[in-house]
C-alpha cells in the first residue's frame, strides 16, 4: 500500500489548485468535472475535488511542510492569497507556524 494522493474538497478547485502549485512547485492540471491536481516536485499530488459546501469549521486533518525560514515561506504564502493564523510557536520539537490557504484550509510550515 502507498499514498498516491491527497484530495481536498473546494469551492474553486481551478484557483485553489494554482495557489499550491505557485506555493509548492509543479504545474497546475485542470480536469473534467471541475477537478483539478499538482504534481508538487518530490512529493504527493494535490487533487481538488469541487464540492458545493463552503468549509467552517477547523481541519481534522492537515499538511506541514518543512521550511528552511519560516518566516520567508509565510511572506510568499501571503503574497500567493494564505493567511497567517496566530504567531509562530516554539517547543521541544522546533517552531511551526500555522496558515490557512485561500479556502481556509490549515497547514503548517515547521522548522
Do not use: Y
Not at 13 to 26: D, S, Y
Not at 50 to 75: G, Q, T
Not at 80 to 102: C, I, N, W, Y
Amino acid at each position: 500500500m502507498r499514498l498516491e494522493q491527497i484530495v481536498l474538497d473546494s469551492n474553486d478547485p481551478a484557483r485553489l489548485v494554482r495557489f499550491w502549485a505557485e506555493l509548492l512547485g509543479g504545474e497546475p492540471v485542470e480536469r473534467e468535472h471541475g477537478w483539478a491536481h499538482v504534481e508538487p516536485p518530490g512529493g504527493v499530488r494535490m487533487s481538488f475535488q469541487p464540492v458545493p459546501e463552503r468549509k467552517d469549521v477547523k481541519n481534522r486533518f492537515h499538511l506541514d511542510f518543512e521550511v528552511d525560514d519560516i518566516e520567508a515561506a509565510v511572506v510568499k504564502a501571503v503574497s500567493l492569497g494564505a493567511t497567517r493564523d496566530g504567531v509562530v510557536h516554539t517547543d521541544e520539537k522546533g517552531s511551526f507556524q500555522v496558515m490557512r490557504d485561500p479556502e481556509g484550509n490549515e497547514f503548517c510550515f515547521v522548522r
